[in-house]
């Protein structure tokens, strides 16, 4: 290992999954395939600086500043990842980390910041081991920034790419691995080209169920078999919507998997209800104006109360003037933040 010290930042964002990752096994793998839209506004910024250590200690040590003041909070999740990490970078026992991170969206929004945090921190240090490696493939670099990123949270295995990123094997979609994401392979209709998603704040409190209590609510579920094979068939579903672009076909199967997984948590033992009153206001109000309008406006839910509401850019100024005047009512003081679907991690 070459002892040098340096610094390496990258901004990495936050995904929307389409088809929903939930439950796993093993070594952070997933029960079932997903498929998400990388968000380009939602991002993690993160600055890690690294200093080699005469006498390795037995764990890798660092130190971890959110906004610039210190964050205890995220010590105990970084640790875990750094112990899980080790085998596969084992130069990281010889250096010293500072992290420095800060997220562009607000803290306790109710919006993950585990995926961009956890895939911006995975690429730093593949950084590192490039410049210990300068031949190192950049296909190589990715997937396994992707793996490790996947060691720390499972989604974030989705945000090193973009627009839309596969993580978990299914049949039909070569290439796609349990270990990595990888960009979906096919071909993918105009409309869905920056495909906006605006995240309505309904609920900006601590998540009720952390994801890893979630995804063990699918061991001894009732419905996982049933719920896994689905997952396996809207993804290939999903083959032919994003090649002819039938949004009627993908506002269908993206509700039907946004609620599917609010249903998962309703029927698991315990069970656990996510989507607070507004939740259901905002659904409600979308489906009273899609209907009036015939626009192709829909909506996602991730495992809180917080709504991904979904539209082709070409409707974005009259989408937005709807949710301004009728939906933002709904939000914790109003607030919502608009994005689209970006292309990934940059290095900065
Ligand atoms: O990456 P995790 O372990 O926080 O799980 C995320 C699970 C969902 O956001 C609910 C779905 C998904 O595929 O992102």
Known sequence: VKASSG????????NIALVKYWGKYGEQMPKNPSVSFTLNNCHTVTTLNYEPVENPFAKTTFEIFLDGNPAPEFREKIEGFFTRIE????????????IETSNSFPHSSGIASSASGMSALALCLMTIEKGLQPDMADDFFKKKASFLARLGSGSASRSIGGPLIVWGTHAEIEG???????????????????YQDTIL????????VSSTVGHGLMKNHAYAEARFTQANDNLEALKGIFKTGDLDAF???????????HAMMMTSQPYFILMKP??????????EYRA??????????????????????SEKENVLAFIAGELSQYCKDQEFIEDFAGKGAVQL
């Open 292 to 313: 009036q309008s015939g626009s192709k406006v829909s909506f996602t839910l991730d495992a809180g109360a917080n709504v991904h509401v979904l539209y082709p850019k």
């Open 87 to 98: 085998q596969y970078l084992p130069f990281i026992k010889n250096y010293k980390f500072s």
């Open 176 to 194: 796609s691995s349990q270990l990595y994401g990888t960009p979906y392979p096919f071909e993918i209709h105009e409309v869905f080209k920056e």
């Open 278 to 287: 507004n939740t259901l206001e905002i659904i409600n109000k979308i489906w």
């Open 201 to 208: 704040l309904v609920d900006k409190g601590e998540k009720q």
């Open 251 to 261: 506002i269908e199967l993206v509700e039907s998997e946004a609620l599917t997984l």
């Open 7 to 14: 610094s390496v930042t990258w901004q990495s964002p936050s």
